[in-house]
């Protein structure tokens, strides 16, 4: 039996992979209908997963099983009731206090840890002696990364004309940032490509049982 | 024949056809280590048995063909060193991908001992916080929902310095960038992992300031660090047609450029 489920699965999903691909030809009906199923199931999914996984572990059997040890949690558990209650258009205000107290809370959280981890490090870690990299080829990175890193701020400093010197440098920072671009670009392509892979490995393998194990 | 109003869909059945057949007939193209896979392999193979190691599972099925083979291979090479396995998961769908990985390697793992599931926690950055505080106030049960106080893998566990390191394998927020700030840069435990593709240049200057030790960007270093531990799998099958894609890719790029140029040209003498 476990047997048959597992091949309904799989035929489900080769099915809903050709109804999903038949777009690239045009816009049809089985796109249409896989599409929806999709986002149906989806939204039905993290429905259920965020009761069961979520409110009732983390808030209900805490409260019902001990609650003076877990009193405090009816705080949060108001504050995502009040959130709820933007669906009313009357009581939409209340939902801006426990949303003001997130943007608050996460800026707050974040600020210090952002500061630390992308300015402070990066900034020191281009604070480098080009010359102790041993070899020419890493002298010649440690030249491109400060060379790099000075013409793209040029490039993002607004308060003078990008003529003259400065605009030959912002210049050099736009070529590092297509660089940098391309680079991006490349790794997407690779990207989807291997997700292309992945389908058509299932496809071919799971599916069809042309490909070896 | 005007290149510029092809039919896009040729594309589409060209680059079908060209990821297709190197998958059915392997041509076995050489696959190159690149510095960052090793990082993360020697990261890995610098700890000692018994060391218990933190992977957490940050991604959706979406991402699935590009991190499971990561997740796989680093997870094949912990069980060989003999490390005990710590799954946990920033997004809901990364449980059951875990235990997919669990289910096929599940000779070499036993639950509770070498290896533990602890299911999926909300809250990202604050939950990794907590994590570097009191672990096991986070995490009181396993996904199964029994207490990780009957498991001896969790024995003593109190706060990240009980972890070698941690592994996130990640397909954006909360993932990889949330373990730097928090559990890297706070906390001190180092951070390694992987991540999609599309992600990976954003994350290469972590590896430079030694944030991160070493990326597996996607499917191509999935197969470096396949190689590595001598355990080819998927990502090492689809390598010969990534390849071909890119070719594909590359040819398409030129053509597209040389109709661009042809074009320009013949609208400048059409001026003049």
């Known amino acids: 039996m476990t047997e048959f489920w597992t091949q309904f699965g799989i035929w489900i999903g080769a099915l809903c992979t050709l109804a999903i691909w038949s777009f690239l030809y045009k816009d049809n009906p089985f796109y249409k209908i896989a599409e929806q199923i999709f986002v149906g199931i989806s939204a039905a999914y993290w429905f259920v997963y965020t009761i069961y996984n979520i409110l009732i572990p983390n808030f209900f059997e805490k409260i019902f099983t001990d609650f003076s040890a877990n009193w405090l949690l009816l705080i949060p558990g108001v504050l995502g009731m009040m959130m709820v209650l933007r669906i009313f258009p009357k009581l939409d205000f209340l939902g801006k206090y426990p949303l003001a107290l997130m943007v608050g809370t996460t800026a707050g959280l974040g600020i210090i840890m952002y500061l630390k981890t992308d300015v402070l490090s990066q900034v020191v870690s281009a604070m480098v002696n080009p010359f102790t990299g041993g070899t020419v080829l890493a002298v010649l990175g440690a030249f491109i990364l400060i060379v790099g890193t000075l013409s793209g701020l040029v490039y993002f400093f607004f308060s003078k004309k990008h003529e003259g010197f400065t605009g030959g440098v912002a210049r050099l920072g736009i070529i590092f940032l297509m660089i940098s671009f391309g680079a991006s670009f490349g790794y997407t392509a690779m990207a989807r490509i291997s997700l292309l892979i992945g389908r058509l490995q299932f496809l071919l393998g799971d599916w069809l049982g042309i490909l070896g194990n | 024949m005007n290149l510029q109003k092809i039919d896009r869909r040729w594309i589409f059945l060209f680059m079908l056809v060209g990821v297709m057949l190197p998958l059915i007939f392997p041509i076995g193209f050489k696959i190159e280590v690149m510095p960052n896979t090793k990082a993360v392999y020697d990261l890995i193979d610098s700890a000692k048995p018994g060391d218990r190691i933190l992977m957490s599972f940050d991604f959706d099925p979406g991402s699935g063909p590009e991190l499971s083979p990561v997740a796989t291979a680093i997870t094949r090479h912990a069980i060989e060193k003999d490390l005990k396995i710590v799954y946990l998961a920033l997004w809901p769908m990364g449980v059951n991908l875990g235990n997919l ?162 074009n320009r040209k013949q609208q400048k003498e059409a001026k003049k």
């Not at chain 2, 498991?151 to 394998?169: C, G, Q, R, T, W």
């Not at chain 2, 994350?203 to 270093?221: C, M, W």
Request: no cysteine.
């Open chain 2, 101 to 262: 990985i669990y289910e096929k390697e599940k000779d070499n793992l036993i639950w509770g001992e070498n290896f533990i599931n602890l299911g999926y926690i909300a809250g990202g950055l604050v939950a990794i916080q907590s994590m570097g505080r009191n672990f096991t106030e986070v995490f009181p049960t396993d996904a199964n929902g029994n207490s990780i106080h009957n498991f001896p893998i969790l024995k003593d566990v109190k706060n990240f310095s009980d972890f070698a390191f941690v592994v996130s394998i990640s397909a954006g927020t909360p993932g990889i960038k949330e373990w730097i700030m928090s559990a890297g840069d706070k906390y001190g435990l180092p951070v390694t992992g992987g991540t999609t593709a599309v992600s990976t240049p954003g994350f290469l200057p972590y590896v430079n300031t030694g944030q991160l030790h070493g990326i597996i960007g996607g499917l191509k270093q999935a197969a470096e660090y396949e190689m590595l531990i001598g355990q080819p799998g998927t990502a090492t099958s689809g390598m010969d047609a990534q390849s071909i894609a890119h070719i594909i890719i590359i040819i398409f790029i030129i053509i597209g450029n040389i109709a661009w140029y042809r």
